[in-house]
């Protein structure tokens, strides 16, 4: 099937029409002229000399109608900077909407956005932004559409008002960017502005809202002439101070309930020629850096949490190897998180524990740049071998290792052509870990490798576009780690009616593939865009050694359609609805899901936005539910989801949003509500607030699988009543683009009361309550925690799974960046944790149980300075 879809892939490339619309707005720099001081006035005379760029057109409200209020730019360069200066003129400056935020605040205010392709590729640019109060914001896009927003880059700028609108200077160093040797630059250009209090964005280059473009869809700038390639070295040294107070249990002879703690590290770029740069962290520290949200999985899979930390984040859109269907799926072959997570839990029984939090980060470095077309991307990192202290009851103490000295790498090379409409990749990865004569030897793999493909290719006036990616794996250890692999939620070779696989106990390697494919009309129209698409893992694909995967064996292939309408009218802004058909197989192959998703939405002309959709389910079976055991037979179901934003305009505006599902047959029902109101309290303090609930009343939750006293499998089951309740409170209050104060804080409670134990006997029976075998009665007794079963001259046990568990986390931030590039960071985060066996949700008595935890309180002061060399 993918050899066919591949070779109708190719003919359609091949007989389409690759026309490319040439962006018709050009603008000229000129050479500076005079002193220019970077303060938002433009009173200079060097503006004077340098010729202004008009002729904006709308994307928002009204797409392609010429902008409401004029805007002008002139570019200005020397040999060390490129300068902009923009007039932006409004009728009413009184009403310009001058939000003081820290920097890289994305907010509704006046703003104006300058995007620059220095490599003229039409795919990758530097987007550099201020709004009517001076605050900086920059990001990186790539792929033509894709967004990097943690990309920083060391610039200056300013705004000022004036009386007939407000003004904006931009003075970006030549070093920041990256461009061709050539003696006559030519790049690309886009400036765009956004009008606060209207919503309305209007662009300089054309950039229709139909069109699911944005670099190639630039003008361009010439003009910028014998710029010699400037030296490229930026030093950030960094120092952290501090201290912690934990809890310590009573007579710990391992922990301290305070300790000091300081650190010492340094981040690096070195640029090679004017494409390349290498970037390097010396043990980093991350400190700074938002806690994760509480959570509470039930499920046998791993919980995906997105990446925060900044030296990971800035500059990967190169290493973003995503698999599966959908623009949003977090699956992929390189999950940046695995380098420094969290060391394994030693095995064994104990007493006490003293264990680090995360593993060491020797050094990490990057290269990344771009050269005739081709883009080139290394990453490698290093991690240290952890132990952990341990005492037992006996008093024994011991050091197992917890992590293994490991090496993470991964690179890829890509080609754009086509002027960037079209693109091939080459991907590979390497995990090397040291676990030779210690414990963790049948727990890991010892080497793990991935290798890639990946296509796109736009064609049809762009508005045309197919993707293909494929993805292969490699993992080897020894019997034991590789039988740990097989038999991982991922896989399940265990399960005894799966026909295309069986768990080998000999094996020491595992092999698989993955492939994903799009096909579809996606943009440059109106009203209508439609596609297909799927997504093909075998069973042996195993990517988490340095990727993030929850499934294999298995086969997604959908249809979609959307019909859309961006003109306003006299009530609305813009409409869409769009639905999917979609079914979900294994390879041997078994039909697991059939269905069908619908979602529409609406802004009016007030600015209230309203969402609704719905998800028809058919289950015939499904392989995983018993983790390992045979396939079980579920019910269709039914789900849907409605939300509302207010004027996102004003200074407080709210989200509501309400969910729920329902399974008759098996009276399975869940829901929830989520809202969430964002004040605008003066100009330079926001405060966000949301409140979660969320309720959940299913009959089929897995609880354990365990052996009777014959040897006979037993797979428990029971109805859950799961409650969840959170609420999130952010602050930003800024006291001047470079000084900010950050507050986070998410007290969260979850219980769940186990009821209705079932032992699930004949998964695949017709009749629901066929299914399985109650356990009620004088069959069972619970004590001391443990429910104990009588059955058939049989026993079996297994714990009270009932829970009730509370969290509070919590930072604090203040920000000053006292130089271009050099921040000091002030940090206090503190968090409490509660838990108890009950599994009855209880508000009160749970805030007043969070509330008595002991609490966990770190602060720290962390200053780096930037030096360029």
């Known amino acids: 099937m993918l050899v066919r879809w591949l070779l109708s892939l190719c003919f359609v490339a091949l007989a389409s029409t690759l026309a490319h619309a040439d962006p018709a707005s050009r603008a000229h720099a000129v050479r500076r002229d005079g002193a220019i001081a970077v303060d938002g006035v433009l009173d200079d005379a060097a503006w004077t000399k340098a010729p202004m760029h008009s002729g904006f057109s709308q994307r928002f409200p009204k797409d392609g109608a010429v902008a409401s209020m004029e805007t002008r730019f002139a570019m200005i360069y020397d040999d060390t900077a490129l300068y902009v200066g923009v007039w932006l003129d409004d009728p009413e400056p009184a009403k310009i909407r001058r939000l003081l935020t820290r920097r890289d605040v994305d907010v509704l205010a006046d703003a104006i956005l300058i995007g620059i392709d220095s490599y003229h590729d039409r795919r990758t640019a530097y987007v550099f932004q201020l709004n009517a109060a001076g605050v900086q914001r920059d990001f990186l896009v790539f792929d033509d559409t894709q967004s990097d927003d943690t990309w920083d880059a060391v610039w200056t700028g300013d705004a000022a008002t004036t009386a007939k609108g407000w003004t904006a200077e931009f003075r970006i160093p030549l070093n920041q ?40 869809r630039f003008g361009t700038v010439d003009g910028i002439d014998h710029i010699a390639s400037t030296r490229r070295v930026e030093l950030l040294p960094y120092a952290s101070s501090g201290f912690g107070m934990v809890p310590v249990a009573a007579g710990d002879p391992l922990n301290d309930d305070f300790d000091l703690r300081g650190n010492l590290g340094l981040d690096a770029k070195i640029g090679l020629g004017t494409a390349f740069t290498v970037s390097a962290t010396l043990n980093p520290d991350f400190g700074q850096v938002e806690a994760d949200p509480s959570q509470v999985n039930l499920s046998a899979n791993e919980l995906f949490f997105a990446e925060k930390r900044p030296f990971f984040l800035e500059g990967v859109d190169l290493f973003k190897l995503p698999i599966g269907t959908g623009d949003n799926t977090v699956e992929g072959a390189f999950y940046s998180r695995r380098i420094g997570a969290a060391p394994r839990e030693p095995d064994g029984d104990y007493d006490y524990i003293q264990a680090p939090t995360s593993t060491t980060i020797y050094g990490a470095a990057k290269l990344t740049g771009k050269t005739a077309g081709w883009s080139v991307g290394v990453l490698d990192a290093v991690t240290g071998e952890e132990t952990a202290t341990i005492v037992d009851a006996n008093q024994v103490e011991a050091t197992p290792i917890v992590a293994p000295l490991t090496n993470y790498a991964v690179g890829r090379l890509k080609r754009d052509f086509n002027d960037g409409r079209s693109s091939f990749g080459l991907s590979a990865s390497a995990v090397n870990r040291q676990l030779d004569d210690t414990p963790l030897v049948g727990l890991l793999h010892d080497q793990a490798y991935t290798a890639g493909l990946q296509l796109q290719h736009r064609f049809g006036t762009s508005a045309w576009q197919a993707d293909v990616s494929t993805v292969g794996s490699w993992v080897h250890g ?15 070779y265990q399960r005894p009616d799966a026909t295309n696989a069986h768990f080998d106990p000999t094996r020491t390697s595992l092999a698989g593939m993955g492939a994903s494919w799009k096909l579809g009309k996606f943009g440059d129209t109106k009203h209508w865009r439609y596609g297909t698409g799927g997504d093909l893992r075998t069973i042996g694909l195993e990517l988490n050694d340095l990727g993030f995967q929850n499934h294999s064996d298995r086969l997604v292939q959908y249809v979609l359609a959307e019909v859309r309408d961006d003109e306003p009218g006299d009530d609305v802004l813009n409409w869409n609805v769009n639905g999917d058909v979609f079914w979900v197989s294994t390879l041997e192959p078994r039909l697991t899901d059939l269905g069908f998703e619908c979602n529409g939405g609406v802004q009016l002309v007030n600015y209230w936005q309203f969402n609704a959709g719905c998800n028809l389910d058919h289950r015939p079976e499904e392989p995983s539910m018993l983790r390992g055991g045979p396939s079980l037979k579920l019910e269709d179901r039914v789900q849907g989801y409605a939300s509302f934003t207010t004027d996102t305009r004003k200074s407080v505006y709210f989200n509501v949003g309400a969910y729920g599902g329902r399974e008759w047959v098996a009276d399975q029902i869940d829901g929830g509500f989520d809202l969430g109101a964002t004040i605008q309290a003066r100009s330079n303090i926001d405060i966000n607030l949301s409140t979660s609930l969320s309720s959940r009343n299913d009959p089929m939750q897995y609880v354990d699988e365990v052996q009777d006293t014959l040897g006979q499998t037993h797979y428990v089951f029971a109805r859950i009543k799961q409650r969840t309740a959170s609420v999130t409170l952010r602050v930003n209050w800024t006291f001047s683009p470079r000084l900010s104060l950050q507050a986070y804080a998410q007290p969260f409670i979850a219980s769940g009361r186990y009821t209705e134990l079932k032992d699930i006997d004949n998964p ?68 409490r944790t509660s838990e108890i066996a009950d599994g009855r949700f209880q508000l009160g008595r749970d805030l007043r149980g969070l509330a008595e935890a002991e609490g966990e309180h770190v602060v720290m002061i962390k200053a780096n300075y930037w030096m360029g060399l």
Request: hydrophobic share 35%.
């Open 177 to 216: 960017l990256r461009f061709t040797s050539r003696d006559a630059q030519q790049w690309g250009l886009q400036v765009l502005r956004v009008v606060g209090r209207t919503k309305e964005e209007s662009s300089w280059a054309r950039w229709p809202r139909s069109v699911p473009q944005f670099v190639s």
């Open 764 to 831: 695949r029976a017709d009749r629901y309550g066929d299914r399985f075998t109650p356990i009620e009665g004088s069959s069972y007794m619970l004590a001391d925690g443990t429910y104990t079963v009588n059955t058939n001259g049989a026993s079996y046990a297994f714990g009270r799974p009932d829970f009730d568990f509370r969290q509070l986390r919590s930072t604090v931030v203040m920000r000053w960046e006292y130089r271009p590039g050099s921040t000091v960071f002030a940090i206090w985060s503190h968090g």
């Open 478 to 492: 020894t019997t034991d780690a590789i039988g740990r692999t097989q038999r991982s939620p991922r896989h399940f």
